[in-house]
């Protein structure tokens, strides 16, 4: 049987800023399962980063952003043999709350959870958010 040929990937997150607070839900069924994670996932052929995080906050939670702006770009192999070439992006909330929309992706529901107060374990590239957010780097590479 001819094997798969692994490559790399986009990925696109969005750190979603509400009253201070970000939301977070509970990876499952891929990787980082367990794992507290933004809204996101994986870029579309010929799709913007701004529509891409657009389209994947509305298919995951319901939710409609504003003010979408870079946050960081990373070469993120921790979840080898998956490789992602992951944008970080941050918005805000605009209106009403999150439904879990994908429900056998997130387990639970979306919360929002103050930057001081983030539960564990944190999905990898929602730490290097963080780490963007405090220390303003924006390239994270490995
Ligand atoms: P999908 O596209 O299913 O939402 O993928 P994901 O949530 O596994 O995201 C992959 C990229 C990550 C690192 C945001
Ligand atoms: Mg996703």
């Not at 891929?30 to 579309?44: C, M, Q, R, T």
Request: proline content about 5%; charged content about 25%.
């Amino acid at each position: 049987m001819k094997e798969k040929k692994l490559s790399p990937k986009v990925g696109v997150g969005i750190m979603i800023f509400k009253d201070g607070k970000v939301l977070l839900g509970k990876r499952q069924g891929s990787h980082g399962a367990g794992e507290y994670a933004f809204p996101g996932g994986h870029l579309e052929y010929m799709e913007s980063f701004a529509d891409c995080a657009k389209r994947e906050v509305m298919e995951e939670t319901g939710l409609e952003i504003k003010n979408i702006r870079f946050q960081y770009l990373a070469n993120v192999k921790k979840y080898a043999p998956k490789q992602y070439v992951h944008v970080g992006l941050t918005a805000h909330w605009v209106s009403n709350e999150p439904k879990n929309l994908e429900p056998e992706k997130n387990e639970g529901d979306w919360q929002w959870y103050s930057l001081s107060n983030l539960p564990k374990p944190i999905f990898e590239v929602c730490r290097l958010a963080l780490e963007a957010y405090q220390t303003g780097k924006n390239y994270f590479d490995s």
